[in-house]
C-alpha cells in the first residue's frame, strides 16, 4: 500500500492532492497535517480521495507512510526532518533552502528541482505492494 504524508496543507501541499485526486501520483492513502489544524480538514472535505488527517508529525510517522513530502516551510524541515529520517522513511522536501544550515546525508532525503518538479519523485517512491 503506497501511503503519502504531507506536511503543510497551504497551496504546494494542495497542489500535490490534488495530483493524487487526479491520478498523476498513485497512492492508496493520503496522510495530511498542518499545525492550523483547520487546513487538513479542509483540505479532506474538498478531495474526493482516501484521506486521513493528523494532529502531529509523530503520528504520521505511525502510520508507515511510503513517502513524507515537506510543504511547510523550512522552520518544518528543521523541526522534522532528522525524526522522519531516522524511521527510514522517503522525505521530499520542498522548502530547500533550510537543507543549507543541515549537516545530513541520507539516500532518503529527495531534492526537487521545484514545487512541479516533485510531483516525479512522490509518483516513484518505492511502495509497498
Known amino acids: 500500500m ?5 506536511i503543510g496543507c497551504g497551496v504546494i501541499g494542495t497542489l500535490i492532492a490534488k495530483a493524487v ?20 480538514e479542509n ?18 510517522i505511525r502510520t508507515q507512510p511510503t513517502v513524507i513530502i515537506e510543504a511547510a516551510s523550512q522552520e518544518a524541515v528543521r523541526q522534522y526532518l532528522s525524526r522522519i ?16 544550515d543541515m549537516d545530513l546525508k541520507s539516500n532518503r532525503l529527495h531534492i526537487p528541482s521545484g514545487a512541479i518538479g516533485g510531483l516525479n519523485p512522490i509518483q516513484t ?5
Do not use: F
Open 85 to 100: 529520517l531516522v524511521e527510514n522513511i522517503e522525505v521530499i522536501v520542498m522548502s530547500v533552502g533550510a537543507l543549507l
Open 21 to 40: 485526486e487526479d491520478g498523476t501520483v498513485k497512492c492508496d492513502e493520503l496522510i495530511l497535517y498542518d499545525y492550523n489544524h483547520q487546513k487538513p
Open 43 to 60: 483540505l479532506w472535505k474538498l478531495l474526493k480521495i482516501n484521506i486521513k488527517t493528523v494532529k502531529s508529525v509523530e503520528e504520521m
Open 125 to 129: 517512491a518505492d511502495s509497498q505492494d
Open 2 to 6: 503506497k501511503r503519502i504524508g504531507i
